[in-house]
């Protein structure tokens, strides 16, 4: 089996590491744009399998598409992050026509492919290319809500002492800032709800930081994060190669679940060979329903940006 990971920056080449250590598949092909730099890091990469014991094989390319070809999965990094004085529709222009460009890129050599789309704005750059590329939907994955379940977790261990495997936790709805649902009183600590053991007031600082905690990483680091990043793009990689069929928040096109539709968001699937194959309709209470219906607003409007300058 073959992957590709293309953008060979911070993300990428963490979510490539990733899956080559997991030895989800025998050839991994790294693809940036940038002259080098995905040779580079993959040659990085494969000087650790001596240490590390892995046996698959990885091989950076620069823009050369013919070598992804028969890819049965590609997780897509590129774009850039926002710059100084950039508005929204420059950055998502950028990263739209990157994004579009790499995926009808990509489809050419392997048009059986499955994308998990990684590049930010996340659950508009998964829109684009399911509507770009006409792929079925359950082939394009939107990876955010992942990482935002595993950062929930990571602040519910903390609170709790708990150990983050023994909770299960899940945010749906947008992947950002103000967008995302961290749903606590669908938390659980090896089965009981969460809710017994935390005040409201925890409860609602537990929410808050989950909600910042891309920005909080940020503001330390300097720029936006890449190891839980990494990691959460190989999970979800990993449950389709391996037909794993887990629960994972992935943006998914809606078709009516959650009183949705033509717009995708993040909400729990069952990832498998297929894609993703089943979504989970959680039954919501008014207040969450209210956060639901507001980030999908904030998605829409977004995503209609696309139509306005031209991409979609
Ligand atoms: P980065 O700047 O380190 O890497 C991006 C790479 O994309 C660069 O190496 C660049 O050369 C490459 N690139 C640009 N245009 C390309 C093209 N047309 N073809 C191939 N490669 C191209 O950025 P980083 O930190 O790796 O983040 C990547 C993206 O992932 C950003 O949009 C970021 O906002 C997003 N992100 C999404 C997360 C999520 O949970 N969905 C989490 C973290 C980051």
Do not use: C
Not at 114 to 131: E, F, G, Q, R, W
Request: overall charge negative; aromatic content about 4%.
């Amino acid at each position: 089996m073959k992957i590709t990971v293309v953008g060979a920056g911070a993300v990428g080449a963490t979510t490539a590491d990733n899956i080559v250590r997991k030895e989800l598949a025998e050839e991994v092909i790294l693809l940036d744009i940038k002259e080098g730099l995905a040779e580079g890091k993959a040659q990085d990469i494969s000087q650790t399998a001596a240490l590390l014991g892995f046996d698959s094989k990885i091989t950076g390319v620069t823009n050369d598409y013919s070598q992804t070809a028969g890819s049965a999965v590609a997780v897509i990094t590129s774009g850039i992050p926002r710059k100084p004085g950039m508005t929204r529709e420059e950055l998502i222009g950028t990263n739209a026509n990157i994004v579009r460009n790499v995926a009808e890129n990509l489809l050419k050599h392997s048009p059986d492919i499955i994308l998990v789309v990684v590049s930010n704005p996340m659950d508009t750059m998964t829109y684009l290319a399911l509507k770009a590329t006409g792929l079925t939907k359950n082939r394009i994955i939107g990876m955010g809500g992942t990482l935002d379940s595993s950062r929930f977790r990571y602040q519910l261990s903390l609170r709790l002492n708990a150990s983050p495997a023994d909770l299960n936790a899940i945010v749906i709805g947008g992947h950002g800032d103000t967008t995302m649902i961290p749903l606590i009183k669908h938390a659980t600590w090896n089965s009981i709800p969460v809710t017994q053991y935390l005040s409201a007031e925890e409860q609602q600082q537990i929410v808050a930081d989950t909600m910042v905690g891309g920005a909080t990483l940020t503001k330390l680091i300097g720029t936006s994060a890449w190891y839980a990043p990494g990691a959460s793009g190989a999970a979800v990689v990993e449950s389709i190669v391996r037909d794993q069929k887990k629960l994972f928040t992935a943006s998914v096109y809606l078709e009516g679940e959650y009183g949705q539709q033509d717009i995708n968001l993040g909400v729990p699937v069952v990832l498998g060979r297929n894609g993703w194959e089943r979504i989970l309709d959680l039954p919501l209470d008014d207040e969450e329903k209210a956060a639901f219906a507001k980030s999908t607003e904030a998605v829409r409007n977004m995503n209609n940006v696309l139509k306005e300058i031209g991409v979609l």
